[in-house]
Nanobody
């Protein structure tokens, strides 16, 4: 499984970015997808996740109402639309997917076995 994240960059406070993550190597539409982030000196943390069909999504409290996760199974791609960005959103953002099909939406780092390379988001104040 290969995951290729893109779309990061430098943006001012209250700006927007859309991250993309293109997947290959297996049937994308069978698996849940998640976004995580890691700021310098901090542990990797959950941001958002979506079930295989996009019907169920979940967000960290810190991004709820500002970020939206979505997926296009025809394009094997998951997105993270980030609005009203804050300096504390600065981090490397990773997309991830579980190794196996799961019934519950996975929210923890250790529930994901395949990771993209990360894309850096920097929010200036």
């Amino acid at each position: 499984v290969q995951l290729q994240a893109s779309g990061g960059g430098l943006v001012q406070t209250e700006g927007s970015l859309r991250l993309s993550c293109a997947a290959s190597g297996r049937t994308f539409s069978n698996y849940d997808m998640g976004w995580f982030r890691q700021a310098p000196g901090k542990e990797r943390e959950f941001v958002a996740a979506t079930k295989w069909n996009g019907g169920i999504t979940y967000y960290a409290d810190s991004v709820k109402g500002r970020f939206t996760i979505s997926r296009d199974n025809a394009k094997n791609t998951v997105y993270l639309q980030m609005n009203s960005l804050k300096p504390e959103d600065t981090a490397v953002y990773y997309c991830a997917t579980p190794v196996v099909v799961t019934s519950n939406l996975p929210l923890r780092v250790n529930e994901y076995g395949h990771w993209g390379q990360g894309t850096l988001v920097t929010v200036s104040s």
